[in-house]
């Protein structure tokens, strides 16, 4: 008996609010998909193993690194990735909040700080200090400390506390 290798998978899903359908192969990544099939770059590839979380988009309202899912997991489900977080060209204040107080830096891990701090955010919209250097933990920056990304973070806390 011989088995045969399943070359392709169709897979349907929402990303940033519009349905879409890809042919992959099972084997490919989400993070994959959005860049090269979807061409959502905004999303990083860093390490490739889920330990640094330049690739953190949203699954169903939760932060995952879109490296460590495989793309047949999203069938059905909705994505959000960073070019779905600004609404009607206005950016997102935690989007203003990095662009303001320095918290870009070079910009690589920035679409993944921006998409764990916002699902942070939603689970715990007036953290202090502390909570917040806890709750981005799971994302590295390469350029230097996180004092300017906590300060942001915080920045637009209170932001959208003021919007509610």
Same mark, same amino acid.
């Given at each position: 008996?011989?088995?045969?290798?399943?070359?392709?998978?169709?897979?349907?899903?929402?990303?940033?609010?519009?349905?879409?359908?890809?042919?992959?192969?099972?084997?490919?990544?989400?993070?994959?998909? %959005?860049?090269?099939?979807?061409?959502?770059?905004?999303?990083?590839?860093?390490?490739?193993?889920?330990?640094?979380?330049?690739?953190?988009?949203?699954?169903?309202?939760?932060?995952?690194?879109?490296?460590?899912?495989?793309?047949?997991?999203?069938?059905?489900?909705?994505?959000?990735?960073?070019?779905?977080?600004?609404?009607?060209?206005?950016?997102?204040?935690?989007?203003?909040?990095?662009?303001?107080?320095?918290?870009?830096?070079?910009?690589?891990?920035?679409?993944?700080?921006?998409?764990?701090?916002?699902?942070?955010?939603?689970?715990?919209?007036?953290?202090?200090?502390?909570?917040?250097?806890?709750?981005?933990?799971?994302? %590295?920056?390469?350029?230097?400390?996180?004092?300017?990304?906590?300060?942001?973070? %915080?920045?637009?806390?209170?932001?959208?506390?003021?919007?509610?």
């Amino acid at each position: 008996m011989t088995t045969k290798a399943i070359e392709k998978v169709r897979v349907s899903f929402v990303v940033n609010g519009r349905p879409v359908t890809v042919e992959t192969a099972p084997h490919r990544t989400l993070l994959e998909v %959005l860049r090269d099939d979807l061409d959502l770059t905004g999303t990083k590839e860093g390490c490739g193993t889920g330990d640094c979380g330049a690739c953190t988009v949203h699954l169903d309202g939760e932060a995952v690194c879109s490296c460590l899912v495989l793309a047949p997991e999203v069938d059905g489900r909705e994505v959000v990735t960073i070019e779905g977080v600004a609404e009607d060209g206005r950016l997102h204040p935690l989007q203003e909040a990095f662009i303001e107080l320095g918290g870009l830096q070079c910009g690589f891990c920035t679409p993944g700080f921006i998409m764990t701090a916002l699902a942070f955010l939603n689970k715990n919209p007036d953290p202090t200090e502390a909570e917040v250097r806890e709750g981005i933990a799971g994302n %590295l920056c390469r350029c230097t400390g996180y004092d300017k990304i906590v300060k942001a973070i %915080l920045a637009a806390s209170d932001r959208m506390e003021a919007e509610r």
